[in-house]
């Protein structure tokens, strides 16, 4: 740390003690003040306690007081909000100056007094602001709630029960009594403000569960159950009560009561999918599972059923399955048979589909991620999949056939103009390439990925100089670069071609140089920066590179070795660039291994450097 940071760090840290030890001496008086004008003490008598309570309700501002207090308290809610505290606290203080009942003042000096590690005195100070204005919800509410944090239970429920007398409507301090009963394990009292609750909101599930919970670990089975069938006798038209009833009381072992619920709720609506569940389960807890399967095709089924339930119960069969046969072609025949009728959303044909891929069976995911696509074309994760295939199997027309629908319908994701972009080109669909990568970079954005970004710019810039449409492929190539600097596909590619145009050579062997500088051992960065060199007339530098290119594995490249026998020449060696030149004739490169095959031009030129025995420029 450089001397004057120390001290300007040292003077922040003095002057924050200054500001504490104030603070604490300013707090001290003001609360000092406020209980010797406001509270009693225990030697006062109580005739001497009821007339100060009385004044302590009785004392008023004059209006011009009154105005002077609100605006101190306004300005220093200004200073709060700007976090200048100092100045804050100040004028707090200054406002109980004005009026040592303030409430509001003496509400923001407790929240003070909390966030300095001072809770007794925040606390005393929560009192004071209460009892100066008894009607705030939110001075007792905060009290509360400090007493909880605190784990002072008692004191938290005597608040507020408090509350509840004083504010009958609200529902937030039942609310919270239910809970804090229930942590100290007064169980009577939690039902009795369950029941204020219920007459206050009327009744509903989540009470009447928590009721039964509670009536359960009070060992009351009889009112645990009753509260349900209240509950259901209360909206008998909502066979979710009825329902619950029925699993409540299949997960306390009372399995003929839960079955003959269950009986009626489907007599009255046979296709009620979660009562159908609720039957499956009871047949699979009494170990009937001849009938808990039939159940479940029942639901799968049933075009009732909501795709979430038969996607709960497809997960279950499966993780069964794992856990015990491993039969996947049982479970794969159920999906087939659901599969067949019409599907409301894509959720099932999905889970199929990853239940086949994660089985190795491609074959039967294909047309099921087909179907995904059609019910649901905005699907990508489904297109991607298919995309996968297509691309490892080399399928460009299939490829083609995936990608380009998605940019209509999921046109913001890049992977498919790129992918659709790059099946053209390799089918030397220069047009139709450069059209898809044209509409994709139209959907760059600051959120894309920039690695995409750039090599669609990349790929671009070499459709763009297929077309002889160099300054386009120029431009195109810098956008590359802007989006990823060290793209080392760019960087070579643009290097070459400015080389081969004879244009700004010293940028491009810059380039060309952090091309080679990335990959040492790649021979077309090393063949390309030599022949820059070459072209900049640095030959002995040029043939260090194009050896090492050689070496790299340029020997099966025409062009290397034509580079190498030009770069030769120009160093004297005839002889040796002679033989270079007839070697690269001789060689035959096959574009299925990735190489790119000689113009008619190139061929001629280089059999007249054979024929001639000298160097013909480009």
């Given at each position: 740390m450089?001397?004057?940071?120390?001290?300007?760090?040292?003077?922040?840290?003095?002057?924050n003690?200054?500001?504490?030890?104030?603070?604490?001496?300013?707090?001290?008086?003001?609360?000092a003040?406020?209980?010797?004008?406001?509270?009693?003490?225990?030697?006062?008598?109580?005739?001497?306690?009821?007339?100060?309570?009385?004044?302590?309700?009785?004392?008023?501002?004059?209006?011009?007081?009154?105005?002077?207090?609100?605006?101190?308290?306004?300005?220093?809610?200004?200073?709060?909000?700007?976090?200048?505290?100092?100045?804050?606290?100040?004028?707090?203080n200054?406002?109980?100056?004005?009026?040592?009942?303030?409430?509001?003042?003496?509400?923001?000096?407790?929240?003070?007094?909390?966030?300095?590690?001072?809770?007794?005195?925040?606390?005393?100070?929560?009192?004071?602001a209460?009892?100066?204005?008894?009607?705030?919800?939110?001075?007792?509410?905060?009290?509360?709630?400090?007493y909880?944090?605190?784990?002072?239970?008692?004191e938290?429920?005597?608040?507020?029960?408090?509350?509840?007398?004083?504010?009958?409507?609200?529902?937030?301090?039942?609310?919270?009594?239910?809970?804090?009963?229930?942590?100290?394990?007064?169980?009577d009292?939690?039902?009795?403000?369950?029941?204020?609750?219920?007459?206050?909101?009327?009744?509903?599930?989540?009470?009447?569960?928590?009721?039964?919970?509670?009536y359960?670990?009070?060992?009351?089975?009889?009112?645990?159950f009753?509260?349900?069938?209240?509950?259901?006798?209360?909206?008998?038209?909502?066979?979710?009560?009825?329902?619950?009833?029925?699993?409540?009381?299949?997960?306390?072992?009372?399995?003929?009561?839960?079955?003959?619920?269950?009986?009626?709720?489907?007599?009255?609506?046979?296709?009620?999918?979660?009562?159908?569940?609720?039957?499956?389960?009871?047949?699979?807890?009494?170990?009937?599972?001849?009938?808990?399967?039939?159940?479940?095709?029942?639901?799968?089924?049933?075009?009732?059923?909501?795709?979430?339930?038969?996607?709960?119960?497809?997960?279950?069969?499966?993780?069964?399955s794992?856990?015990?046969?491993?039969?996947?072609?049982?479970?794969?025949?159920?999906?087939?048979?659901?599969?067949?009728?019409?599907?409301?959303?894509?959720?099932?044909?999905?889970l199929?589909?990853?239940?086949?891929?994660t089985?190795?069976?491609?074959?039967?995911?294909?047309?099921?991620?087909?179907?995904?696509?059609?019910?649901?074309?905005?699907?990508?994760?489904?297109?991607?999949?298919?995309?996968?295939?297509?691309?490892?199997?080399?399928?460009?027309?299939?490829?083609?056939?995936?990608?380009?629908?998605?940019?209509?319908?999921t046109?913001?994701?890049?992977?498919?103009?790129?992918?659709?972009?790059?099946?053209?080109?390799?089918?030397?669909?220069?047009?139709?390439?450069?059209?898809?990568?044209?509409?994709?970079?139209?959907?760059?954005?600051?959120?894309?990925?920039?690695?995409?970004?750039?090599?669609?710019?990349?790929?671009?810039?070499?459709?763009?100089?297929?077309?002889?449409?160099?300054?386009?492929?120029?431009?195109?190539?810098?956008?590359?670069?802007?989006?990823?600097?060290?793209?080392?596909?760019?960087?070579?590619?643009?290097?070459?071609?400015?080389s081969?145009?004879?244009?700004?050579?010293?940028?491009?062997?810059?380039?060309?140089?952090?091309?080679?500088?990335a990959?040492?051992?790649?021979?077309?960065?090393?063949?390309?920066?030599?022949?820059?060199?070459?072209?900049?007339?640095?030959?002995?530098?040029?043939?260090?590179?194009?050896d090492?290119?050689?070496?790299n594995?340029?020997?099966?490249?025409?062009?290397v070795?034509?580079?190498?026998?030009?770069?030769?020449?120009?160093?004297?060696e005839?002889?040796?660039?002679?033989?270079?030149?007839?070697?690269?004739?001789?060689?035959?490169?096959?574009?299925?291994?990735?190489?790119?095959?000689?113009?008619?031009?190139?061929?001629?030129?280089?059999?007249?450097?054979?024929?001639?025995?000298?160097?013909?420029?480009?």
């Amino acid at each position: 740390m450089k001397p004057r940071e120390a001290q300007e760090d040292l003077d922040i840290q003095v002057k924050n003690d200054k500001f504490m030890k104030k603070l604490l001496i300013s707090i001290c008086i003001g609360v000092a003040l406020v209980l010797a004008s406001c509270g009693t003490t225990a030697r006062q008598t109580k005739q001497k306690s009821a007339e100060m309570e009385s004044a302590f309700k009785t004392v008023k501002l004059s209006p011009e007081m009154s105005r002077k207090y609100d605006y101190f308290f306004l300005e220093a809610l200004k200073m709060k909000q700007k976090g200048e505290y100092d100045a804050a606290f100040e004028l707090y203080n200054h406002c109980l100056d004005i009026n040592p009942q303030g409430a509001a003042a003496l509400y923001e000096l407790s929240q003070f007094c909390m966030f300095l590690k001072l809770p007794q005195l925040g606390e005393r100070m929560q009192k004071e602001a209460i009892r100066a204005d008894q009607t705030n919800f939110w001075y007792k509410q905060t009290l509360a709630a400090y007493y909880q944090s605190k784990n002072m239970l008692p004191e938290a429920i005597s608040v507020y029960e408090d509350m509840t007398e004083q504010f009958p409507t609200k529902l937030e301090p039942l609310l919270a009594l239910s809970d804090l009963y229930g942590r100290v394990q007064n169980y009577d009292q939690v039902i009795h403000t369950l029941n204020r609750l219920e007459e206050l909101d009327g009744k509903s599930e989540p009470l009447s569960l928590q009721k039964f919970q509670v009536y359960l670990t009070m060992n009351k089975e009889e009112e645990a159950f009753s509260e349900m069938e209240n509950l259901s006798k209360e909206y008998p038209y909502d066979m979710r009560y009825r329902t619950a009833l029925g699993d409540l009381y299949l997960n306390n072992n009372k399995t003929d009561r839960a079955y003959a619920i269950y009986q009626e709720v489907l007599k009255l609506e046979p296709s009620y999918a979660p009562a159908m569940m609720s039957l499956a389960n009871y047949y699979q807890k009494v170990g009937q599972d001849s009938l808990y399967h039939e159940q479940l095709d029942r639901l799968l089924l049933n075009e009732q059923v909501e795709s979430k339930t038969k996607l709960d119960i497809f997960r279950q069969l499966i993780m069964q399955s794992e856990q015990t046969d491993r039969d996947s072609m049982k479970i794969l025949s159920l999906f087939k048979e659901v599969l067949q009728r019409p599907q409301p959303n894509a959720d099932v044909p999905m889970l199929c589909a990853q239940y086949l891929i994660t089985k190795n069976m491609e074959k039967d995911a294909k047309p099921v991620l087909w179907q995904v696509l059609d019910i649901d074309p905005e699907n990508t994760p489904a297109r991607l999949q298919l995309l996968s295939y297509a691309i490892r199997d080399n399928k460009l027309d299939e490829v083609i056939k995936i990608a380009l629908p998605a940019m209509e319908f999921t046109p913001e994701v890049l992977e498919f103009y790129y992918y659709a972009g790059l099946a053209y080109y390799q089918q030397e669909k220069t047009d139709e390439a450069l059209n898809v990568f044209s509409k994709g970079v139209r959907q760059i954005n600051e959120t894309s990925n920039k690695d995409i970004a750039s090599d669609f710019y990349a790929i671009m810039g070499d459709l763009y100089h297929m077309k002889d449409m160099n300054e386009q492929a120029y431009a195109a190539y810098d956008s590359s670069l802007v989006y990823k600097p060290d793209n080392v596909g760019t960087l070579n590619n643009y290097a070459y071609f400015l080389s081969v145009d004879k244009k700004h050579l010293d940028k491009a062997e810059e380039m060309s140089y952090k091309a080679v500088k990335a990959e040492p051992k790649n021979e077309t960065y090393l063949d390309t920066y030599a022949w820059i060199l070459f072209q900049k007339g640095k030959y002995t530098e040029a043939r260090i590179y194009i050896d090492e290119a050689i070496k790299n594995g340029g020997e099966k490249s025409s062009v290397v070795i034509e580079h190498c026998g030009d770069i030769y020449y120009m160093l004297g060696e005839k002889q040796k660039a002679l033989e270079y030149w007839k070697q690269a004739e001789s060689v035959k490169e096959d574009p299925a291994d990735g190489s790119t095959p000689r113009t008619e031009e190139e061929l001629k030129r280089l059999k007249q450097k054979i024929k001639l025995k000298k160097y013909i420029e480009e």
